[in-house]
């Protein structure tokens, strides 16, 4: 099955609304719009949601957030729940980042939930997963990763399986400058989308995007994506520069 690529950027904590704009601007004006192979998101903090969706819209970006909480509404002070972030524009949401789990103690069963509650909404959640550098020393990796994912998609229906995109993420790569190999990737991909078919069926595995997140540049995303099991990337700092973001996408759509 041909799945299209995913090029998302995850701005994490950073810029002011009028940088972010300044962003939108001068990304789009080398001509995004050339790249029909490639689909584009880019996961921004919640106060430019509304002032970024018309120039991304406008020029078939895809608007993301990075992080969701579960419950629909209530009494949970300064979360944001999916029917407000669809509302906003929002169409991908970033679930289960290593941040997330290592500074703000998100649990697995945090993640489960958020998942459910983005399968229920209109947002299409990409799910992050990987291993640290002790893990993937002692052989390991394969093992972290299938054990998140089994938590991760705990009664998860087939239909939003199949809506799902998972970043393998190695924390061990993210913001060191250290990238995985493309073989590393390559099999680790593989691995999840077998780890997919096993928790539910072919179907639902030939269908999930599987992307990779570590210190992605225009180098590195031409060699990793170059390969049929790696669907994109998720990149982090290089998606705060315009001109850079614009070369990784051009990069990937490049490959066959």
Sequence with gaps: MIRQKLIAGNWKMHKTTTQA???ANDFIAPGINQFKKTEVCVCVPFVHLHAL???FTQNDIKL???NVYFEQEGAFTGEI????LADAGVKYVIVGHSERRALFAETDDMINKKLRAAFNSALNPILCVGENLEQRGSGAAQETVGRQLEAALRDIGITGVQRLTVAYEPIWAIGTGRTAIPNQVREMCAFIRSKIEALYDGRAAAKTRCIYGGSVNPVTAR???????????LVGGASLKPDVFF????AVNSQD
């Excluded at 060699?223 to 990337?233: C, H, K, P, R």
């Design 247 to 250: 070369n990784i996408v051009k």
């Design 81 to 84: 729940s999916c029917g407000m």
């Design 21 to 23: 704009i300044q962003f």
């Design 64 to 66: 993301g957030a990075q």
């Design 223 to 233: 060699d990793i994506v170059g390969n049929s099991d790696v669907d994109g990337a």
């Design 53 to 55: 969706e018309n120039i």
